[in-house]
């Protein structure tokens, strides 16, 4: 659901838009570092987010832990 709605993609789009680097360099128009890869780095906005990929499902669910470059260190968004 996509507030209330149905996304108008499917779940592989989204899933490959979160996981290949030249769909997220489109959505973000800046260099991106991503891997569905299991511990693999995640760098977004010249750096500015970072973090790494904890696990994927493909087409299902893909979790990951990221922080702003501003935030204190060890400090993290969790993942669902």
């Not at 260099?31 to 970072?50: D, K, W």
């Not at 904890?54 to 990221?66: A, G």
Request: with cysteine; proline share 5%; net charge positive.
């Amino acid at each position: 659901m996509w507030h209330g709605r149905t996304a108008p993609c499917s779940a592989q789009d989204v899933f490959e838009a979160m996981t290949q680097q030249a769909r997220v360099q489109i959505w973000t128009q800046a260099e991106a570092t991503v891997s569905a890869a299991e511990g693999a780095e995640l760098r977004l906005y010249g750096g500015n987010v970072s973090g790494k990929t904890l696990s994927t499902v493909p087409n299902k669910s893909i979790r990951q832990e990221w922080r702003l470059q501003s935030w204190p260190a060890g400090a993290c968004a969790p993942s669902a």
